[in-house]
């Protein structure tokens, strides 16, 4: 009796296999939407002066013994364009509030009770150029960029408009997107508000195709952005720490190495 879910389990991955088969077809109408599509929630995002969010997200990383292991944790995003943003992130292994004001980029490690704060002038874009050229990237901050669409169709090599689908009871469209070293799926709000609802990236080079899954929530902009502060309150006990002092910031737990999930 105890192999029955087992089978069933089985049974359940065989149609779906039987499905992506099916999906392996040349569809050009079906790239062509999927791009349509990412093109209008591109466009959406970057008109909106001032964005706001609750998110999920989960990272996953494979062990030696090739079992995988996920890594959730939560926060919160608010953004104003061209030059504010605030990221706030909880999990098992960190606490962290990010603030950018347009001059100076802070970094509150409030597990560590530590900080870090270097001079950053610009805008929200050049900070995220500026990170990653310092190999400090965040997956999902492309959703922010004024230029999602150029940013997220870099390399891709094929697009498909799966179909209709709900995430946490919003209708959306879901779409995927090739590129040869990681695939990535998001899932698009239907109607006049495309934003996105849930984003997937997978590793397809590393071992066991790890993941990393970003679902947001409570999505709101313009006049229904709540003001957001920009200003982190740090308390007098914390230490203040150089930038590359904080790597333990990350959504893995200090012995799992980032080379081994997305």
Known sequence: MSSIPHFRTLRHLLVCSSFAASLMLPATAAADDAKDILKSMSDYLAGQKAISFSYQSSIEAVT???EKLQFVSSGTASLARPDKLRVTRTGGFADVDVSFDGTTLTVHGKNLD??????????????????ADAGIEAPGADLLSAHVFDILMTNVTDAKHISSAYVGGVECEYLTFRTPEIDWQIWIQ??????????VITSKHVGQAPQYTLEISDFKSGPDVAKASYAI??????????????????ELPAPTQPGDSK
Do not use: H, N
């Not at 530590?114 to 990170?131: C, H």
């Not at 309150?233 to 990350?250: C, G, M, N």
């Open 114 to 131: 530590a900080y870090a704060s270097i001079e950053a002038k610009g805008s929200v874009d050049e900070l995220f150029e500026r990170l």
């Open 233 to 250: 309150e740090i308390p007098k006990s914390a230490k203040k720490v150089d930038l590359s002092e904080l790597q333990s910031l990350d």
């Open 64 to 66: 030696p013994d090739f």
């Open 190 to 199: 239907s109607g006049a508000k495309p934003v996105p609802r849930r984003y």
